[in-house]
């Protein structure tokens, strides 16, 4: 057996679909996802990599399959229709500015105030 051939079952054509465009596989922990949504029609396919490739062109984690997969479903081309990650990020910031401060960054604040007195810096 030379480097090239694999044992196992041949990878589902959604996923090589996938891999042409980012250039990388997905998890194998998610082909099965992948194939059981896309299928093997090619109109499919080539939806699905306008899905995968929009996706990658807003900016968003290519590894996020599942974000990917939920697009494709809703026949959705990310970043066209609804809230995108921009919208979202927006709300995000006028919350805070309303006061509505996430747990996580109050943590954050105090840890580095306590960082801050523990060096003796004052302030």
């Given at each position: 057996m030379n480097g090239k051939e694999r044992k196992g079952a041949p990878v589902p054509v959604?996923?090589?679909?996938?891999?042409?465009?980012?250039?990388?596989?997905?998890?194998?922990?998610?082909?099965g996802l992948v194939a059981e949504t896309v299928g093997e029609k090619e109109a499919d396919l080539e939806?699905?990599?306008?899905?995968?490739?929009?996706?990658?062109?807003c900016g968003w984690n290519k590894l996020n399959v599942t974000g990917m997969m939920e697009c494709y479903k809703r026949r959705e081309i990310p970043g066209t229709k609804g809230a995108t990650n921009a919208?979202?990020?927006r709300g995000n910031?006028?919350?805070?500015?309303?006061?509505?401060?996430?747990?996580?960054?109050?943590?954050d604040?105090?840890?580095?105030?306590?960082?801050?007195?523990?060096?003796?810096?004052d302030g």
């Open positions: 959604a996923v090589q679909a996938y891999r042409e465009v980012v250039n990388r596989f997905p998890d194998k922990a998610v082909w939806f699905w990599k306008k899905v995968v490739r929009a996706w990658i062109g919208t979202r990020q910031q006028a919350d805070r500015r309303r006061g509505k401060v996430a747990q996580s960054e109050t943590v604040r105090e840890m580095w105030a306590s960082a801050k007195y523990a060096d003796g810096a």
